[in-house]
């Protein structure tokens, strides 16, 4: 680690360096116990490419297994809950709320989720989870129809809020 680095705040380097890093360069939790609480949120995007067949069914007369949409839109709101569960230095915050917004395009289910909280640090991570989670459950409502179904474009679109201010992709 340069000499310059160690010298900063543990896991802080210039500007926007890694905060999960403490000066020996181990993964650490950062503590956000001095960070007032703000009014958080971010949304992130994905879609799950799939067969003209998957198309159809999910617009028509539905899925074998069933209502595949309602299914992901449930598995992305629990996977957000579970963000900590799953990513190892995540904090568990109170989510206020999580939208999970699914819809049928000529190629693909397009997924959105957008989560809030007012709490010491953003919510990107639960949105990507969400994101994820919903994406999953629709490769397993559709794979009897399409195994070859691709998950793909999972991105943070924007955040709102807390010390770093608001940011959306361009």
């Not at 640090?121 to 994820?132: D, F, K, R, S, W």
Request: charged share 25%; glycine share 10%; net charge neutral.
């Amino acid at each position: 680690m340069p000499e310059e680095a160690a010298r900063e705040a543990p896991g802080v380097a210039r500007g926007r360096g890694l905060t999960h890093l403490d000066e020996t360069g181990a993964a650490r939790m950062v503590d956000v116990s001095a960070k007032p609480t703000s009014a958080r949120a971010a949304r992130a995007s994905g879609r799950v490419l799939v067969s003209p067949e998957v198309v159809e069914l999910l617009r028509g007369r539905g899925m074998p297994k069933g209502d595949a949409l309602g299914v992901a839109r449930i598995a992305g709101i629990m996977g957000a809950k579970r963000t900590p569960d799953l990513v190892p230095l995540c904090h568990p915050i109170a989510i206020t709320g999580v939208d999970v917004e699914l819809a049928v395009a000529d190629d693909a289910v397009t997924i959105a989720a957008t989560v809030r909280t007012t709490d010491r640090t953003g919510v990107e991570m639960e949105a990507l989870t969400a994101v994820t989670t919903a994406a999953l459950a629709v490769v397993d409502m559709v794979k009897a129809v399409d195994p070859a179904a691709v998950i793909s474009d999972i991105r943070v679109d924007e955040k709102t809020g807390g010390k770093s201010g608001d940011w959306r992709r361009a």
